[in-house]
C-alpha cells in the first residue's frame, strides 16, 4: 500500500460501518460521475469516428476546418498525419479507458487487463505525440497560449501513460492505478473541451469567445480542459483513504455531483446541437 494511504477496516459491513455516511456520499457520487462521463465519452467516440476519421479515410479531411479552424492544410501534410493519429488514437483511449478502470475486469480477467493495458498507453502516447506533431508543424488557433496548454497537455499525457506502465511492470499496483486515473482524467481532455465549451455558449452566450480563438475564455480553455480534471483526480484519491475524514469525503463527493450535473447538460447540447448535425450532415 502506498505511503499516506491509511488501511480501512477489512469487510463490506465493517468498512461500510466504519467509512460512515460521508464515504456513502461519497462512492454514490462517484459513480455517478462515471456513470455519466462514461456515457458522453461514449457518444463522443461515436462522433469522433463517424466525422473526423471518416472524413481522414475518405480524402474528405477539410471538411475538419467546419468544426474546428485551422486543422487541415493541404500544404502541410505531415501535420495532417500528426492530427489524425491524434485523433485515431484518442478515440482507441475513449474506447479502453473506462473498461481499464473497471475492477471487475482486472480481477476477473486480468490477463484482458493487461493487453487492453498495453494498447491503452500505447494509444494515449501516440495521441500525444500526434497532438505534439501538429502543434510543432502547423501550431494551434489560438497562437503561443494554446500552443503552450495544448503542448503542455500532450507531454502530461505521454508522461503519465510511461508513469502507468512503468508502475504496472515494478508490480507497484497502488502507484500504477493513481497513475492510470491520472492518464485516464488527461484523455476525456478533448472530450471535456468540447464539453465545457458548450455549458459556456449555453450559459455565457460565447462571452469571451472569439472566432479566431483569442479571447479571455479561449486562452484560459488552453489550460482549463485539463487541469481541473487533474484536481478532481487528487480529490478522488484523497477521498478514498481512511485520513480523509468525513467533511473532505463530503467535499470531494459534492465536487463529483456538481460535475456529473454539470457534464449531463453539456453533452445535451453538445449531441444535439454538435455532435448529431455534424455527422447526419456528412
Known amino acids: 500500500m502506498a505511503s499516506g494511504e491509511a488501511a480501512l477496516p477489512a469487510g463490506p459491513a465493517c468498512a461500510e460501518a466504519a467509512r460512515g455516511a460521508g ?92 493487453w487492453l493495458g498495453r494498447v491503452y498507453v500505447s494509444a494515449a502516447v501516440l495521441a500525444g505525440v500526434g497532438g505534439l506533431v501538429f502543434i510543432a508543424g502547423t501550431g494551434t488557433i489560438g497562437g503561443r497560449p494554446m500552443d503552450v496548454g495544448f503542448g503542455l497537455y500532450g507531454v502530461l499525457m505521454i508522461v503519465a501513460a510511461v508513469q502507468a506502465w512503468r508502475q504496472a511492470r515494478r508490480r507497484r499496483l497502488d502507484a500504477h492505478r493513481r497513475w492510470a486515473l491520472r492518464l485516464f482524467a488527461l484523455a476525456v481532455g478533448s472530450w471535456l473541451y468540447r464539453m465545457e465549451y458548450g455549458f459556456w455558449f449555453l450559459v455565457a452566450h460565447r462571452l469571451g469567445h472569439t472566432g479566431d480563438f483569442h479571447g479571455p475564455f479561449d486562452l484560459a480553455m488552453a489550460f482549463f480542459f485539463y487541469v481541473p480534471n487533474l484536481l478532481v483526480v487528487e480529490a478522488y484519491l484523497r477521498g478514498r483513504t481512511a485520513r480523509a475524514g468525513t467533511a473532505g469525503r463530503i467535499a470531494a463527493g459534492a465536487a463529483m455531483g456538481l460535475a456529473a450535473c454539470l457534464l449531463v447538460v453539456a453533452t445535451y447540447v453538445f449531441a444535439t446541437r454538435y455532435w448529431w448535425p455534424a455527422v447526419a450532415g456528412g
Not at 457518444?43 to 469522433?48: M, N, S
Open 23 to 114: 464515504w456513502r456520499f461519497f462512492r454514490l457520487n462517484s459513480r455517478v460521475l462515471a456513470a455519466v462521463t462514461w456515457l458522453s465519452c461514449g457518444l463522443f467516440g461515436a462522433y469522433i469516428l463517424a466525422f473526423y476519421a471518416a472524413a481522414l479515410a475518405t480524402g474528405h479531411a477539410a471538411r475538419w476546418n467546419g468544426v474546428l479552424p485551422g486543422l487541415y492544410e493541404a500544404a502541410r501534410p505531415l501535420s495532417t498525419a500528426g492530427m489524425g493519429l491524434h485523433f485515431a488514437a484518442g478515440g482507441v483511449v475513449l474506447a479502453f479507458g473506462f473498461v481499464q478502470l473497471l475492477g471487475r475486469v482486472r480481477e476477473r480477467a486480468p490477463a484482458v487487463h493487461r
